[in-house]
T-cell receptor
Framework: AQSVSQHNHHVILSEAASLELGCNYSYGGTVNLFWYVQYPGQHLQLLLKYFSGDPLVKGIKGFEAEFIKSKFSFNLRKPSVQWSDTAEYFCAVNARQAGTALIFGKGTTLSVSS | NAGVTQTPKFQVLKTGQSMTLQCAQDMNHNSMYWYRQDPGMGLRLIYYSASEGTTDKGEVPNGYNVSRLNKREFSLRLESAAPSQTSVYFC????????????????FGNGTRLTVT
C-alpha cells in the first residue's frame, strides 16, 4: 500500500520569503501526485497535480512542484509567499491501478506574517 | 452548480448514539469517498466507492458503514458513536474511478464537524 510523508508540520515565513514543502511517498509502481490546500475554515482545493510528462508542474497562485522519481519526492515550491498563502497544505498520492483511492499526508501548516 | 453537498454541517452525539452523514454530488462523478480529518493526522480514508454498486474499505473503516445509494449519493453511518470518532468528516467525489483513477482530482464537500461526548 502507498503512504505519504510530509516532513514539515508547521512552517512560519515572512511575506516574500521562498517556500519549499517536502513530500515523499512510498510505492513501487506508477503513481499520480497531488497537492491540495485548505484555507482556514474551508474545504480542500486542488493546487496542482502530476500524472506524467514534464516533472515540473505549475499550479494555481504561483505554486509549482517537482516530481523526482529517483527520490520518490514531490516537493511544493513558491518563490515568494503572501499572507494569503496561510493555510494547510496536503500532499497526496494514488497508485495508478484499478480500485485505488487517494492517500494523504498529515499536512503542513504554513503561517505567513505580513 | 452545487458540487459536493454534505449534511449536516455540525452534529453532537452522545456515546452509543447512531447517525448517518449524507453526501450528494451533482457532477455525475463515478467515484465517491469519505475521509476524516484530525489535527496532526491529515486526512484518512474511511471508505470509498470507485463506482456505483461498489464500496471498499480505506485506512480507518472500523466503526463505520457506508451505502452508495445511487450514483449521486454516498452515505456514512456510525452505528454506535464513540468519542474517538470526534472529527471533521469530508465527502469527496472524482470523475473517474477504478482503472482510470489517474485522471481524477477530488472535489470536496464543506465537511461535517462531529463531536461525540
Amino acid at each position: 500500500a502507498q503512504s505519504v510523508s510530509q516532513h514539515n508540520h508547521h512552517v512560519i515565513l515572512s511575506e516574500a520569503a521562498s517556500l519549499e514543502l517536502g513530500c515523499n511517498y512510498s510505492y513501487g509502481g506508477t503513481v499520480n501526485l497531488f497537492w491540495y490546500v485548505q484555507y482556514p475554515g474551508q474545504h480542500l482545493q486542488l493546487l496542482l497535480k502530476y500524472f506524467s510528462g514534464d516533472p515540473l508542474v505549475k499550479g494555481i497562485k504561483g505554486f509549482e512542484a517537482e516530481f523526482i522519481k529517483s527520490k520518490f519526492s514531490f516537493n511544493l515550491r513558491k518563490p515568494s509567499v503572501q499572507w494569503s498563502d496561510t493555510a494547510e497544505y496536503f500532499c497526496a498520492v494514488n497508485a495508478r491501478q484499478a480500485g485505488t483511492a487517494l492517500i494523504f499526508g498529515k499536512g503542513t501548516t504554513l503561517s505567513v506574517s505580513s | 452548480n452545487a458540487g459536493v453537498t454534505q449534511t449536516p454541517k455540525f452534529q453532537v452525539l452522545k456515546t452509543g448514539q447512531s447517525m448517518t452523514l449524507q453526501c450528494a454530488q451533482d457532477m455525475n462523478h463515478n467515484s465517491m469517498y469519505w475521509y476524516r480529518q484530525d489535527p496532526g493526522m491529515g486526512l484518512r480514508l474511511i471508505y470509498y466507492s470507485a463506482s456505483e454498486g461498489t464500496t471498499d474499505k480505506g485506512e480507518v473503516p472500523n466503526g463505520y458503514n457506508v451505502s452508495r445509494l445511487n450514483k449521486r449519493e454516498f452515505s456514512l453511518r456510525l452505528e454506535s458513536a464513540a468519542p474517538s470518532q470526534t472529527s471533521v468528516y469530508f465527502c469527496a467525489s472524482s470523475e473517474l474511478g477504478g482503472g482510470s483513477s489517474y485522471n481524477s482530482p477530488l472535489h470536496f464537500g464543506n465537511g461535517t464537524r462531529l463531536t461525540v461526548t
